[in-house]
């Protein structure tokens, strides 16, 4: 009896009909061809099952040279090739380590470098700003040097020439030097040295304006006398 109407269609289809084909693992076992209505019954032979174990130890590279070796020697020797090949990974990290150490510690060095180097260009260019000062200063005081030892050379005359007598007798060096200096006012006066009207009279100078002053400016020379403090103003009225 069958269970339904399908079932009683495929045993007449296996009955009446013949389909040959051969199994999926022909290459592992023996090659004949079955019924393919037949393939759940061989499923189930021992040649089938022969094939499956040939198939997985093909898998697994097991060699049979018409005996079989030790599984378990193959799966040591197997290990033993990875162990071998973990221990390779294991240097290379830790030579990559190494690497890695290296480069940081040469980066950590060129950092220092670099804040030394850093630190001595600040120090250089704090350098640089004062010796900029400090040229510019003694270009000021080349600049005034000249006018310093002017008057200096101005006093010497004048202690050196004291009149006594209320006649004194200027003479007057660099004249075109002291009108340059005059006209670009530089220095609009000239002092000369001092003289006294008496031996104990007034002390005083004379104060020459070589390019004039007020309604005479670039017209004429003005000169004025100047009353000094001298040492007998005490007994002058």
């Known amino acids: 009896m ?19 084909i051969c199994c999926h693992l022909k290459d592992y076992g023996r090659s004949n061809r079955i019924n393919r209505f037949e393939m759940e019954a061989h499923y189930l032979t021992q040649e089938h099952q022969l094939a499956i174990i040939n198939y997985i130890r093909n898998l697994l590279n097991i060699r049979i040279n018409g005996h079989f070796e030790d599984e378990s020697e193959i799966i040591l020797s197997k290990l033993q090739k990875v162990y071998k090949t973990i221990d390779i990974l294991v240097d290379g990290i830790q030579t990559l ?24 260009i600040s120090l250089l260019k704090l350098t640089c700003t004062k010796s900029n000062s400090s040229i510019n200063e003694k270009k000021i005081q080349q600049e005034i040097l000249p006018y310093d030892i002017e ?19 200027w003479k007057i060096i660099n004249d075109q030097e002291k009108m340059m200096d005059t006209q670009s ?13 008496s031996p104990t009279g007034y002390k005083m100078c004379a104060r ?24 007998h103003d005490g007994i002058l009225s």
């Open 97 to 120: 380590n190494n690497d890695v150490e290296r480069h940081s510690n040469e980066s950590r060095e060129r950092q220092e470098l670099i804040e030394n180097l850093t630190r001595t």
């Open 151 to 169: 008057s200096i050379r101005q006093k010497l005359e004048h202690t050196q020439v004291a009149s006594y007598d209320g006649i004194f007798i």
């Open 185 to 197: 006012e530089r220095q609009t006066s000239t002092y000369s040295p001092s003289f006294y009207s």
């Open 2 to 20: 069958f269970a339904s109407a399908d079932h009683l269609n495929v045993h007449k289809i296996a009955k009446h009909s013949v389909v040959i």
């Open 208 to 231: 020459l304006h070589l390019n004039g002053v007020d309604d005479g400016l670039g017209a004429h020379i003005s000169l004025f006398l100047v009353l000094m403090k001298g040492k």
